[in-house]
């Protein structure tokens, strides 16, 4: 926490400040329930349904063929929740959005590109 009186960071179990030795603990503390919100939607970026569909979508885009639609869907929401964290911080979600775009992106194109040599593998042969 930061000193009430000199702006000192000081470890919150600290009693009292390492600067100015001011008593810490009788200062008002700031809203527990927005940090505890904030943790949460670090990790779980409710308010930023883009990147948390993005990220799922880079999972699950993994799976052959099917990776290419989710791959490419979760591609495409990962950068709708960038450019949603950039409008919203307190939105969270950006390393969601980062995962869709990066692992949907890898997959999906990379799929994609798989069934493009495929198909015209199998066009050459016949
Ligand atoms: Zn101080």
Redesign the pocket.
């Known amino acids: 926490m930061y000193?009430p009186?000199?702006g000192?960071q000081n470890d919150d179990n600290n009693f009292r400040?390492t600067?100015?030795k001011?008593i810490l603990h009788d200062a008002p503390q700031p809203a527990r329930p927005v940090q505890v919100d904030n943790s949460i939607a670090t990790l779980i970026p409710y308010r930023n349904g883009a990147a948390l569909s993005a990220y799922y979508l880079g999972v699950f885009s993994f799976i052959p063929f099917l990776g290419i639609f989710l791959g490419l869907a979760g591609f495409v929401l990962g950068m709708k929740g960038r450019s949603y964290v950039i409008a919203h911080p307190e939105a969270k979600g950006t390393v969601h959005a980062w995962i869709g775009i990066l692992v949907g992106g890898f997959f999906g194109f990379g799929y994609l590109i798989l069934t493009i040599i495929m198909v015209v593998a199998l066009l050459q042969k016949g």
Do not use: A, G, L, N
Request: proline share 0%.
């Open positions: 000193c009186r000199c000192t400040c600067s100015c001011q």
